[in-house]
C-alpha cells in the first residue's frame, strides 16, 4: 500500500463553504482541437464545490482509502520543519496545485526515497526540479488543458482592467467617491493597440482568438509557428522572438513555460525596448519576470501597467515589491483554480492515479518526465533543468 502526499492551500478564512454562489458549472466534455476532459471510471465530488483546498481534497480520499492507501493532506508545505517535508520520507506520490506550490527541489527530491509519482493538479511542473526527477527516474504529469481557456478569459480581463484603470476606478466607488478626473486619466481604450503574446500554445492561441473579437492588431512568437490558415484567420503578425516582437506592441501577455531558457527573459534589456507606457499581463510564472526591473518599470512610467497572478515564490513574502508597487493588478495565483477548473483537474487526478494503481499508461497529454526523459507535453514545451531556485523563500 502506499503513501499518497498531497498538497493543497488553506480553506477559506471563514471555513469550508457550506453554499455556492451557483448550483451548477457547464459541462464541458472536449477543449478546442479535440483533447476529451478527463474521464476516471468515477468521482466522488460534486463538480462546482471548493477541491483545491484542504477541506475539499482534490475529492480523492473514499478512492484513495477505499483501496488501502494513506492519503496525507497539508497545506503547511515549506521549511524543514513543515508537514510537508515530514511526510515526504513515506511518500510514493506527491500531489500538488500549482497556486500552492510543493516545491520539489533537488534535495527534497534525495530525501524522498519512495517517490515514484509527481502529479501536478493544474498545468506547470515548474515547481519540480525536472533534471533531478529525470535523473531519478521519476514520473511527473500535469492535467494539460484542464485549465488553459479558464487561464486565457483572465488574461483578457486583465488586459482591460489595465488599459481601462478598472481597479483604481473601483476603489474610488468603495471610498465613497464619485473621482472621474482621477479614474479618466490613466483610462485608454484597447481599440487600436497592438497586443502579443510570448507563446501561442493553448493558453496563448485562446487568448489571441478571444481578442480577434476587439479587432485589435496581434502579434505573437512562438518555438513553432502556427498553420498559415489560423495566421491568415487571426490577422497574425509572426516574430522569431520576444526580443523582435515587444518593441511593436502596447500589451504583451505572457504565455509560456518557465524553464531555464525562459527564466527572467524579461528583464531590463527587454523591458527597454518596449514602447513607453507598454502593458504587459503575465499568468505563465512570475520567474519569467525579473521582479525588480518590473516594479522600478512601473515607477518610472516605462510600464503603465502590470497584471497577472503568478509569483515567485508561492507565497511570496511580504516584502515581494510587486505587492506594493505602483499600477499593479496583481492577484494570488487564481487564474487556473475556478471551480470549473477545479473539477477538472481534480478528475485529472483521480484519472492518473487510477492508471498508476491499475498498471496503465498514462495519456501521453498528461506527461512531463517519464523513464529518465522529458516526455508527452515535457518533451514539446519544456526543456531539461531547474527551476526551482529560491524556492526557500516561500517559508519566510
Ligand atoms: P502550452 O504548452 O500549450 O503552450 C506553451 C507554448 O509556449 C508552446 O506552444 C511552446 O511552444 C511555447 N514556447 C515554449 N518556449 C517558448 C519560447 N521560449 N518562446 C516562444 N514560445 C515558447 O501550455 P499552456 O498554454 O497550457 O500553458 C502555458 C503556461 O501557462 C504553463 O506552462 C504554465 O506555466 C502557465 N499556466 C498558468 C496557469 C495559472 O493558473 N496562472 C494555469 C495553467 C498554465 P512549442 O510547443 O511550439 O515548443
Given at each position: 500500500m502506499s503513501t499518497v502526499l498531497c498538497v493543497l492551500y488553506d480553506d477559506p478564512v471563514d471555513g469550508y463553504?457550506?453554499?455556492?454562489?451557483?448550483d451548477e458549472i457547464p459541462r464541458i466534455s472536449s477543449y478546442p482541437g479535440g483533447q476529451t476532459t478527463p474521464g476516471p471510471h468515477a468521482i466522488d465530488f460534486v463538480p462546482g464545490q471548493l477541491l483545491g483546498c484542504v477541506s475539499g481534497e482534490l475529492g480523492l480520499r473514499p478512492f484513495l482509502e477505499g483501496m488501502g492507501h494513506t492519503f496525507v493532506v497539508t497545506?503547511?508545505?515549506?521549511?524543514?520543519?513543515?508537514t510537508f517535508e515530514r511526510e515526504l520520507t513515506e511518500a510514493e506520490v506527491v500531489i500538488s496545485q500549482p497556486f500552492w506550490p510543493a516545491y520539489l527541489t533537488a534535495e527534497r527530491i534525495a530525501k524522498a526515497e519512495n517517490l515514484q509519482l509527481v502529479i501536478?493538479?493544474?498545468?506547470?511542473?515548474?515547481?519540480?526540479n525536472l533534471q533531478a526527477a529525470i535523473e531519478r527516474g521519476l514520473t511527473v504529469a500535469e492535467i494539460s488543458y484542464s485549465n488553459s481557456i479558464s487561464v486565457s478569459e483572465h488574461v483578457v480581463m486583465m488586459i482591460l482592467a489595465l488599459v481601462r484603470n478598472y481597479i483604481p476606478s473601483y476603489q474610488w466607488v468603495v471610498k465613497g467617491g464619485w473621482n472621474i478626473a482621477d479614474c479618466v486619466s490613466r483610462s485608454y481604450d484597447l481599440e487600436g493597440m497592438t497586443v502579443g503574446t510570448v507563446g501561442a500554445g493553448r493558453i496563448g492561441l485562446a487568448v489571441l482568438r478571444r481578442l480577434r473579437a476587439f479587432d485589435v492588431p496581434l502579434r505573437y512568437t512562438e518555438r513553432h509557428r502556427l498553420p498559415d490558415e489560423v495566421e491568415r484567420e487571426l490577422g497574425l503578425t509572426f516574430h522569431e522572438s520576444a526580443a523582435a516582437m515587444v518593441p511593436h506592441c502596447d500589451v504583451v501577455t505572457i504565455n509560456v513555460p518557465l524553464y531555464p531558457q525562459t527564466e527572467h527573459l524579461f528583464d531590463e534589456q527587454l523591458i527597454s525596448?518596449?514602447?513607453?507606457?507598454s502593458y504587459i499581463v503575465n499568468?505563465?510564472?512570475?520567474?519569467?519576470?525579473d521582479k525588480d526591473t518590473i516594479a522600478r518599470a512601473l515607477q518610472s512610467g516605462q510600464l503603465a501597467g502590470y497584471a497577472g497572478d503568478v509569483w515567485f515564490p508561492q507565497p511570496p513574502p511580504e516584502e515581494h515589491p510587486w505587492r506594493s508597487m505602483p499600477h499593479h493588478g496583481m492577484t494570488p495565483h487564481i487564474s487556473g483554480s475556478s471551480l470549473a477548473a477545479q473539477a477538472r483537474y481534480a478528475a485529472g487526478t483521480r484519472e492518473i492515479l487510477e492508471c498508476w494503481f491499475e498498471n496503465r499508461p498514462i495519456r501521453d497529454e498528461y506527461l512531463i518526465v517519464e523513464a529518465g526523459r522529458l516526455a508527452g507535453s515535457g518533451a514539446h514545451s519544456y526543456s531539461a533543468g531547474d527551476a526551482t531556485r529560491g524556492s526557500e523563500a516561500a517559508g519566510r
Open positions: 463553504p457550506p453554499e455556492y454562489a451557483r497545506s503547511d508545505k515549506d521549511g524543514p520543519d513543515s501536478t493538479a493544474g498545468i506547470g511542473s515548474d515547481h519540480v525596448t518596449m514602447k513607453r507606457g499568468t505563465a510564472r512570475g520567474k519569467i519576470c
